[in-house]
Nanobody
Framework: QVHLVESGGGLVQAGGSLRLSCADSGHTFSNYAMGWFRQAPGKEREFVAALSRTGGSTWYEDKLRGRFAISRDNAKNTVYLQMNSLKPEDTAVYYC????????????????????WGQGTRVTVSS
């Protein structure tokens, strides 16, 4: 079983940083590619970043590359999203998601290709 719990969200001023965490209380964390998505008020959920089950490969939404960094610690069953130089347009609820790697032909960019989701953590960036 996979049970994802995000933390680390909050209110930050523009230009500041936050690090989000997503912990899995299950025992199969290393079998999953992990992704972060976000949903701003009135907008659709969008891809932020993802990484392979070993962390050796990473993918980013192009406009976020360089400001955001995804990482994981399989020993702690946790994936992180370091967010720097935050902007008001980064305000959203951020979700982590797990994609079982036993299935082939799936996309890390597509929310529909993820199997488990956390409840989300809210990030608000003030100007």
């Amino acid at each position: 079983q996979v049970h994802l719990v995000e933390s680390g969200g909050g209110l930050v001023q523009a230009g500041g940083s936050l690090r989000l965490s997503c912990a899995d209380s299950g025992h199969t964390f290393s079998n999953y590619a992990m992704g972060w998505f976000r949903q701003a008020p009135g907008k659709e959920r969008e891809f932020v970043a993802a990484l392979s089950r070993t962390g050796g490969s990473t993918w980013y939404e192009d406009k976020l590359r360089g400001r955001f960094a995804i990482s994981r610690d399989n020993a702690k069953n946790t994936v992180y999203l370091q967010m720097n130089s935050l902007k008001p347009e980064d305000t959203a609820v951020y979700y982590c998601a797990a994609q079982n790697t036993i299935y082939h032909g799936r996309s890390v960019y597509d929310a529909d290709d993820y199997d488990h989701w956390g409840q989300g953590t809210r990030v608000t960036v003030s100007s």
